[in-house]
């Protein structure tokens, strides 16, 4: 007899949810390990208190596991667990080495069997990079790291101390006596400028232009990719940039490319600007895209480019569900 662990996740604890990530956890379980329904003699299901919608065990009969038992407990609560979590243990008459099966969120119960999670994601201004990586991040139980905060807090440092951010040689001395670094409240980032958080004051249009161009200076990128390769080792984490993996993860198992039409990046970005209480009309947030798009693809020093082996997602007329589920089932179909 062979006991076959497995565990995943859910996002919303709504029937339907819990019924397609069960089928999907046991029948990757099936064909991980090249099963047979008549080799099943049982599933035993847990999971955690904040899943009541529907029994793990209904949906698998559901999903067509009908010629074995099927069991289903609910999970004593424990601060810290991993919230929405479905484990699954299925026994079987196979005498073959078991291949264990953690999706979603799960997948981090088990670095051991994935190793570090590390997922590029690269794209042009308003293609909705950051607002996916959060998600992506959020729904694989690791770290967001937004690599353009730091840029961003680079030109924030050159305007408060009067450095033209385009004047490569100034920049570099100033970059001497500053210091940028990141942390995490509450699985959130914060960026950190000398010890202030200047998280909110980098967001503003100002800051957004100039960081595009002092982006484009070597010693900055040096600074930068170096601390953000240094997190990326030490943890699984989503990074969202223009040049993640061509140039500061280009090893990453996971790329991928967003893009989507310069209108519909600039309709994006005035709505984000109005959420804020920035009032910028649509067709100033246009010419700034079209002027940074042309700024990120022409620098000279890690521009703007799709990696060779990255999946392009053109997010025009996907929403935000659309991609992140998108992604989602692409990284899922290489663990």
Known sequence: ?????????????????????????????KEKNSLSDEEIICIMFS??????????????????????????????????????????????ESNLSAEHVYLRGAVNLRKDLIGKLNIAIDGPAGSGKSTVSKLIAKRFNILYLDTGAMYRACALA???????????????????????????EYGAQVTLLNGENVSDE???????????TVSAHESVRI???GLQREIARLNSCVLDGRDIGTNVLPDAEFKFFLTALPEVRADRRTKENVSKGVNQKYEEVLKEIIK??????????????????????????????????YITKNIQGKI
């Open 223 to 225: 600074k930068m990719v």
């Open 1 to 29: 007899m062979k006991a076959i662990r497995g565990a995943t996740t859910v996002q919303n604890d709504t029937a339907e949810e819990i019924k397609e990530c069960v089928s999907e956890l046991l029948l990757k379980i």
């Open 202 to 212: 980098i967001r503003i249009p100002e800051i957004s232009m100039l960081a595009s």
């Open 158 to 184: 050159c305007v408060r101390n009067r450095v033209d951010v385009s004047d490569g040689e100034s920049v570099k001395k100033l970059l001497d006596k500053i210091t940028i670094s990141v942390k995490y």
């Open 47 to 92: 999971n955690t208190a904040d899943i009541r919608s529907y029994y793990p065990a209904k949906a698998a009969r559901e999903a067509g596991f009908i010629s074995c038992a099927l069991f289903s407990s609910l999970e004593p609560e424990i601060n810290g667990a991993l919230r929405k979590c479905i484990r699954v243990m299925v026994l079987t």
């Open 292 to 325: 940074r798009d042309e700024q990120d693809k022409t620098r000279k020093i890690a521009p703007l480019l799709k990696a060779v082996d990255a999946v392009e997602v053109d997010t025009s007329y996907m929403t935000v569900d659309d991609v992140v589920n």
